[in-house]
């Protein structure tokens, strides 16, 4: 999927629990309603930072697979509370 | 001095150690879980009897080592002030050990406090034929180590996918463990091979719009060890719904074990000389019908 016009976040370079640190920071920079596209492993950072994303009321909206095994994941700023 | 009845001592909780007359207390305790008032007596107790520092044991429990033999009856005292009694050894049901499970941990599926504390109650230094060991982990990622104890319990989810409310934004696929998830985001399309599935629960808590409703229940694991031998425990039910199920099993469970046991053989031993089916065709009788899934 194409990050361009999107924010972007790679992940794939820190270790738990830094990718949801990492993950918050960016998405904060974001307005309510803006899509941010993080860039993350496989294992634990595509189990556990969606889940966080969803607990701090941000909607995951894609998921993508890359060739390289790591993900795409598309998340909506707020998007749990509109 | 009147002869020492260790193996009396040594039920209630007292580690007979290499310096003669000295004890090292365990304390009974359940899922690692005390208060500070309790810290602050077991503190005393170990600064005033013992050596001034206590023995977290593997299994969550505090021992107090250097306790004398004559000091026995006032260490009860003082503990008992507090709400704190002498742990178990020997041929009996030990420490049930938990996670914190759902009310403290993001991963938890079951409240493992509250469950450990009613295991407590109702098996806590049950007389047997040899240890037997209960444990409770809050989901699948199993930081309690289920399949180590004689029955392990597991928190595990039952997931029912709902179509409508579904974006197949493909999170839950890429999660699922099991692959058991399928998704055509094309075609809008869900596959869900649910004879994979591990009931872990990771769709059901990642999904943003609610799509995966998950309903908690039990796994039940039979025959661990990790001792001399080394044994994983064995899942032979399904997923349990109601508490009281887990409760019958375990009842059950532990009547086969004093009736079938030989003394000094630990619970997966008797299962594999007496049959696994044995045990099975046991567990599903108590289940009977009212068996939830």
């Known amino acids: ?82 | 001095m009147a002869r020492v009845d260790y193996k009396e001592l040594k039920k209630g909780g007292f580690m007979r150690q290499v310096q003669k007359d000295c004890f090292s207390m365990r304390l009974r305790s359940v899922g690692g879980h005390l208060t500070v008032e309790q810290l602050k007596t077991i503190s005393g107790v170990a600064e005033k009897y013992g050596q001034g520092y206590i023995h977290l044991t593997s299994r969550q429990g505090i021992e107090i080592p250097y306790i004398r033999l004559e000091d026995i009856a006032k260490v009860k005292g003082e503990l008992a002030q507090a709400g704190l009694e002498q742990g178990a050894c020997g041929p009996r049901v030990r420490t049930v050990t938990a996670c914190q499970g759902k009310d403290i941990c993001p991963s938890g599926l079951i409240d493992t406090a509250t469950l450990a504390r009613e295991l407590d109650a109702r098996y806590f230094a049950r007389d047997l034929v040899h240890k037997f060991k209960v444990g409770v982990t809050g989901c699948s990622n199993n930081c309690l180590k289920a399949e180590e104890n004689d029955v392990g319990i597991k928190g595990g989810m039952k997931p029912a996918w709902q179509q409508e409310l579904c974006s197949f934004c493909g999170l839950c696929a890429a999660v699922c463990p099991a692959k058991a998830i399928e998704i055509d985001k094309a075609a809008q399309e869900l596959r869900f091979a649910e004879h994979a599935c591990q009931y872990c629960g990771k769709c059901v808590k990642s999904c943003s719009m609610g799509a995966w409703m998950g309903t908690a229940g039990y796994l039940l694991f039979f025959g661990g060890m990790f001792g001399n031998k080394i044994a994983i425990a064995e899942r032979i039910l399904p997923l349990l719904h109601n508490k009281e199920e887990v409760f019958r099993v375990i009842d059950a469970t532990l009547e086969f074990f004093n009736s079938y046991g030989k003394p000094g053989e630990r619970f997966r031993l008797t299962v594999e000389r007496v049959g696994w089916a044995s045990l099975e065709k046991l567990l599903w009788e108590v289940l009977g019908n009212g068996q939830s899934r």
Do not use: W
């Open chain 1, 1 to 82: 999927m194409a990050n361009q016009g999107k924010a972007f976040v790679d992940i794939t370079d820190v270790i738990c629990p830094m990718t949801f640190v990492k993950a918050k920071v960016a998405i904060e920079e974001l307005a309510t309603g803006e899509v941010l596209a993080i860039k993350m492993n496989d294992g634990e950072p595509i189990q556990n930072v969606p889940r966080s994303l969803k607990e701090e009321g941000h909607k995951v909206i894609s998921v993508t697979r890359n060739e390289d095994g790591t993900y795409l994941v598309l998340v909506e700023k707020d998007g749990l509370h509109s």
